[in-house]
């Protein structure tokens, strides 16, 4: 039987009871975002008593995020802040509990500075700065003494000359560095940039470092450089005596000529020679060391063969003997540390989740994705055997443990997130905090349908129907077809503000998972290989008859959107099908040449393409939806971000708006300065709000004859269907 989360029975029955929510609620909007807080990265602190987690909110003016540290009572639920600075993040207990590590990134001259290691005596008294390194510091780790904290920072020994003139007394320090740094880049690598960061900074690659904690001395130690050179270093982990850090890197300075490959490393504590641990022929992370230190578990996705879609594995690795490795999950054909789709997880400070080994070392817990939900579960250190922790339609969006309990992140299509404290015994996940219940408990917000359906070749497709608050079947809607991105990804059990909100607004909303999403096994998502999109296309078809077939969609009001892999396929339903009166293309792709040449990720494999296109054009000129532009006759939107390099603007909706345009085919091109491919999950959030609203005011303008529009388009001449569909 499924455990079901605390009064979520109560709610789901009295909702479907009514059909309708109390008088008192209101409709989600748009703007409602300002009021989102959202919980990033939690951390139980050893003693199970308490857990520390970042707070985010929207600012002030409404133009960007502030994060705070805040702590929560796994007893009694009491929550209060601890710390009133506006960009704190990376919350790291200390072994004992009595001290908090974390970053603080302040501000000089309106500008947040690289983020600096603080440790916060939780008796009291004023956060302990420990670094002031110029590239600032990532992945806090503490060693299980207390004494000494790792972590990553890209300062090399430049910054530290410079940084070392400037602070000396009577220094001219207009000598300490050249009076103008250049911001001319000269390329060398095809891999140059990436989508976020910007233009890669090669002569900074992320170095191991530790410092010494000594809360009573006078002065804060210096911190310690344990490695350098030209390649870059992630996952830090100790080893439980103390006595070495672990660490991945790909010692490669253009990796992508060969197939993924990582090797995991140690550094002596106290300084010294790396030493190779074990190689792993794919990409990994997340390393987690076994409370006795003989283990080491990772995910990880092995190379070969060259798949579209791989799916990660639970690995464990002996720390001697050659770094012999194990397949943990290899016979288990889900999601493993894998998640679900949304809008809604925090625009910062969100952490990551490292599988928690128990303290026996016997098992690991982690999340796992099933079919559109994400639960925890554990896996049996030796054998493989998996049982469930935590189950239910839900979305666990990150958990920390402390080797007995766990501190869970969970979303619900109802609710944004709240932290839970889970615990070994069985119990069902008690909820510790209630961030949004002030604006949500004003919302009529409601659950999503839960729709199964064949296809054109028998296979069967899930997908999620979102239906407005005060739905009545016996109405005519209109329809939005919205298809996910990646395509390697799922929608699922997960707060989804985009689709409430279309509902809100009198749409049926249709999120299917066809052919080539994840948390289906690794067959179903690797199915299009070779052949994206195509196949997928009528998966989503299939979906849009099955919704016409129950009656309450009127099929002369179809929307399709879709954002990233999904904007692509939007591009390419209007390429084959007239069916839809309107159409908005988000961060899309239009021409597989064009993106193979320009994007920030790199298919030098045979991922996607069995060959570059200057070599063989046909496959490109097949699957891109610009040479079927011809049969455009949708009109449609496109929605780009000016700093997206994953999907740039030149390969997708800037070609497929001139070439309607050309056509006279109805179209606009809303473009969001300094966005990148980020823009809906954690763009600014003025942007992520006007983002909804043009989206909704295009399918307004053409699906409900909606009477005027910013657009300068004359909507269609068709009858208003306001009041059949129940749009007010």
């Not at 399709?560 to 792709?589: C, E, P």
Request: net charge neutral; aromatic share 10%.
């Amino acid at each position: 039987m499924k455990k079901i989360l605390p009064g979520f029975a109560v709610l789901c029955c009295a909702l479907l009871a009514a059909n309708v929510a109390p008088a008192e609620t209101r409709a989600i909007t748009e703007k409602d975002l300002f009021q989102f807080q959202w919980i990033g990265d939690p951390q139980l602190r050893p003693d199970g008593e308490a857990a520390a987690y970042v707070a985010v909110t929207v600012d002030e003016k409404r133009t960007d995020y502030e994060t705070a540290l805040w702590q929560v009572s796994t007893r009694t639920g009491e929550a209060h802040k601890l710390t009133t600075a506006k960009r704190d993040s990376s919350p790291r207990w200390s072994p004992g509990g009595k001290y908090l590590a974390f970053l603080r990134a302040v501000e000089q001259d309106g500008k947040p500075q690289p983020a600096q290691l603080f440790v916060l005596p939780m008796a009291g008294g004023e956060p302990l700065q420990l670094t002031k390194l110029p590239k600032g510091v990532s992945e806090p780790a503490w060693s299980n003494d207390g004494n000494s904290i790792a972590f990553l920072s890209a300062t090399n020994d430049q910054d530290l000359a410079i940084a070392a003139c400037e602070a000396a007394k009577d220094t001219d320090k207009e000598k300490c560095k050249p009076l103008r740094e250049t911001d001319v880049q000269v390329v060398t690598r095809a891999q140059y940039r990436l989508n976020g960061q910007g233009y890669l900074d090669f002569a900074h690659p992320t170095h191991v470092w530790t410092v010494a904690f000594a809360p009573e001395a006078q002065t804060a130690p210096s911190p310690k450089q344990l490695t350098r050179g030209e390649f870059t270093e992630t996952d830090l982990a100790w080893a439980p005596d103390g006595s070495r850090i672990y660490f991945a890197s790909d010692r490669d300075l253009e990796p992508y000529y060969q197939l993924p490959k990582t090797t995991i490393y140690s550094v002596p504590a106290a300084g010294g020679d790396t030493a190779e641990v074990a190689r792993f022929a794919g990409g990994l992370g997340n390393i987690s060391v076994s409370p006795q230190g003989d283990r080491l578990a990772f995910l990880g996705s092995l190379s070969q063969p060259v798949q579209s879609y791989r799916k990660t594995e639970l690995w464990v690795a002996d720390v001697a003997g050659g770094g012999a490795q194990k397949n943990l999950s290899a016979r288990y054909d889900w999601g493993i540390g894998g998640g679900i789709i949304g809008d809604s997880d925090p625009p910062r400070a969100g952490g990551e989740s490292r599988p928690a080994w128990s303290a026996d070392g016997r098992s690991i817990t982690l999340v796992v994705a099933k079919e559109g939900r994400a639960n925890l579960e554990r896996i049996d250190a030796s054998s493989g055997a998996v049982s469930a922790v935590t189950s239910g339609d839900q979305a666990v969006t990150h958990f920390a443990s402390n080797g007995r309990d766990y501190v869970a992140r969970i979303s619900t299509p109802t609710n944004l997130n709240d932290l839970y404290h889970v615990t070994s015994d069985g119990a069902a996940p008690k909820r510790l905090t209630h961030v949004n219940e002030k604006l949500f408990s004003s919302l009529n917000l409601t659950e999503p349908k839960d729709i199964r359906y064949k296809s054109f070749d028998g296979k069967k497709i899930h997908a999620l129907v979102q239906l407005p608050p005060d739905f009545d079947a016996h109405r005519k809607y209109p329809l939005i077809l919205n298809i996910h991105g990646g395509p390697h990804a799922a929608y699922g059990y997960t707060f989804f503000h985009e689709m409430q909100w279309m509902a809100a607004k009198g749409y049926v909303v249709l999120y299917p998972n066809p052919r080539g999403s994840t948390t289906y096994g690794e067959g179903f998502g690797n199915i299009i290989q070779y052949k994206y999109p195509g196949d997928d296309y009528k998966d989503l078809m299939a979906g849009v008859d099955e919704l016409i077939k129950a009656g309450y969609v009127d099929q002369t009001r179809l929307g399709v959107t879709g954002g990233s892999g999904g904007g692509l396929l939007t591009n390419w339903v209007i390429g084959h099908t007239d069916r839809f009166a309107a159409a908005v293309a988000q961060r899309d792709i239009a021409d597989w040449t064009a993106w193979w040449y320009t994007a920030d990720i790199i298919f030098f494999h045979e991922n996607w393409f069995r060959t570059p296109p200057f070599e063989n054009s046909t496959q490109f000129r097949e699957r891109s939806p610009l040479t079927y532009i011809n049969k455009v006759k949708t009109p449609t939107m496109f929605i780009l971000g000016d700093a997206d390099s994953r999907t740039p603007p030149e390969t997708g909706g800037d070609e497929m708006f001139r070439a309607l345009k050309y056509r006279k085919v109805p179209t606009a091109m809303v473009r969001f300065p300094a966005e990148t491919h980020e823009l809906s999950r954690s763009g600014k959030p003025w942007h992520r709000v006007e983002r909804l609203q043009h989206i909704v005011n295009w399918f307004d303008v053409y699906l409900v004859q909606k009477p005027s529009n910013e657009y300068g388009l004359v909507p269609p001449a068709v009858p208003d269907l306001r009041s059949a569909a129940g749009v007010n």
